[in-house]
């Protein structure tokens, strides 16, 4: 359903998605999920059968930029996507990702052996695996997995993130849920890009407005900072930067018109937008915050660390030698 089909606009929904991650501040992960599915959020991309909005990507990019921009401690980006790729699979377990009466999460980083009907191998990059209830794993013969964290060895990682941790899972011969064919596996990566800048772009945008703040109130002899022209300068390089975000979100949603491989492009280039203008944003405005600005006192270090990790959990360098490869072939 699209905004024309449905008679909403996306933007409408990025006063409920602000409000339910700032009154999730104060609650543990059961209590974030309730909230979520109380305000309809977890249901934003699955079909009414499970309980859902049925509702298009354009509804969860402002939902995913206030989840950036609030430093929501939850995987939503990994929920709405597999509530819609498992409605036609497992309806059931959907349903219970809408409501928030089960928890799932994707590992990026890895692919496990399917083995005889049973899934074993170690996984990477699970955003807060340690509380989620089912996981979503890729396979090496294509496809991909969703297998019960029961059982499973689920271990700390070394990341970066201080918000949505991330975790390594292992399985040793677990029985999987249910199986997702390579395109539809190929779907959900290539609208995880795109959510992935969505959250990006909600996170660098509180680093401007944190930096803004700051150099409008802090003064220098006798002036506030930004009144320097320099300041001013590299604040409005970094708006520019949120711009060229923004539009390349926008063009990845906007599909009407679009083959499939302008899709995989628009969505490659929206996530490659925001991994290169996300980081420079967040360590830019750490910079307008001086000495301050790397202490645990000043949040935008968690912005940026968020900001890292998404980036790692697209594997950006690769994705940008093999978008620079193609556009070179097809020159």
Sequence with gaps: MDMIDS???????????????????????AGRAARLAEDGILGLLAGEEVGGLG?????????????????????????????????GVLPEIAEAFVTGGARGTIAWQGKARLVGGKVSGMLGRAPMAG?????LVRLADGGAALVSTEGAKVSKAVTLDVTVS????????????????AP??????????????????????TCIALAAEHVGNRKQFGKPLVA???????LARHKLGLEGIRGAVTRATATQGLTGEELLTASRAAFLAAATHGP???????QLFGGMGFTWEVPVHRYLRRIRALEAQGAAPALREAVAAALIDAA
């Design 228 to 234: 320097y022209q320099a300041v001013r300068h590299l």
């Design 131 to 135: 509380e989620a209830d089912w996981v």
């Design 55 to 87: 509702l298009g990507l354009p509804f969860a990019v402002p939902v995913l930029a206030a989840a950036g921009a609030g430093d929501l401690a939850f995987p939503l980006l990994e929920t709405l996507l597999l509530t819609r790729a498992l409605e």
């Design 184 to 205: 539809a596996l190929a779907v959900l990566e290539n609208d995880a890009l795109v959510l992935r800048a969505a959250v990006i772009m909600g996170a660098a945008d």
């Design 280 to 286: 420079s944003i967040g360590e830019g405005a750490i």
């Design 7 to 29: 008679g909403l606009n996306p933007a409408e929904f990025a006063t409920t998605a602000e409000r339910a991650v700032a009154a999730c501040a104060t609650l543990d992960g």
């Design 166 to 181: 991330e975790e390594n899972i292992s399985f040793d011969g677990a029985e999987p849920k249910a199986k997702l064919d």
